[in-house]
T-cell receptor, first 115, second 109 residues
Framework: DAGVTQSPTHLIKTRGQQVTLRCSPI?????VSWYQQVLGQGPQFIFQ???????GRGNFPDRFSARQFPNYSSELNVNALLLGDSALYLC??????????????FGNGTRLTVT | TQLLEQSPQFLSIQEGENLTVYCNSS?????LQWYRQEPGEGPVLLVT?????EVKKLKRLTFQFGDARKDSSLHITAAQPGDTGLYLC?????????FGQGTRLTINP
């Protein structure tokens, strides 16, 4: 079975540009979460979607937005990119919305570099 | 300040040695998870601990959840080069995962 797939794997953008990252969850998983992992740090929670509804939002500015489609795939959009947005963006899927009994399966991430 | 503090942040030891990694917080978590992440890949779940005082074993890895559900430890016996990686603890807080900053472990042959 295919795991969580993310595209693109690498991306280079210029300050002020906009970027869209894509995620396809494991088949049958209805929840998608997005995390930002800056080099040398642990992942930071950005968004969770379950059944196309936003379930949670981390401490990120409004430049970050996301959505989940009827097929449960998801997109993360970041507007007006800053140098500090350079990071590995991880998508994770799970069967349900609760984390303790519905563990996360992570993709390999999109490495975003802002110059 | 980090909600979950991991120590040490870096650890380099010789093959065959034992080691313990700690994950501490002043907050209570309903569950705590340990992940391992290798370069170029996403984190992979190793174990979830739910009950205070719980101990789980995964081959040479032993995970313990503190009685008060505020801290956890990961002990590796007879470390092998294949254990090299970034070890992350993550606490379940309002159904969102809060990660520690990670422990980068290197096992030298």
């Amino acid at each position: 079975d295919a795991g969580v797939t993310q595209s693109p794997t690498h991306l280079i953008k210029t300050r002020g540009q906009q970027v869209t990252l894509r995620c396809s969850p494991i088949s049958g998983h209805k929840s998608v979460s997005w995390y930002q992992q800056v080099l040398g740090q642990g992942p930071q929670f950005i968004f969770q979607y379950y059944e196309k509804e936003e379930r949670g939002r981390g401490n990120f500015p409004d430049r970050f937005s996301a959505r989940q489609f009827p097929n449960y795939s998801s997109e993360l959009n970041v507007n007006a990119l800053l140098l500090g947005d350079s990071a590995l963006y991880l998508c994770a899927s799970s069967p349900g919305g609760a984390t303790y009994n519905s563990p996360l399966h992570f993709g390999n991430g999109t490495r975003l570099t802002v110059t | 300040t980090q909600l979950l503090e991991q120590s040490p942040q870096f650890l380099s030891i010789q093959e065959g040695e034992n080691l313990t990694v700690y994950c501490n917080s002043s907050s209570v978590f309903s569950s705590l998870q340990w992940y391992r992440q290798e370069p170029g890949e996403g984190p992979v779940l190793l174990v979830t601990v739910v009950t205070g005082g719980e101990v789980k074993k995964l081959k040479r890895l032993t995970f313990q959840f503190g009685d008060a559900r505020k801290d956890s430890s990961l002990h590796i016996t007879a470390a092998q080069p294949g254990d090299t990686g970034l070890y992350l603890c993550a606490g379940d807080r309002a159904q969102k995962l809060v990660f520690g900053q990670g422990t980068r472990l290197t096992i030298n042959p």
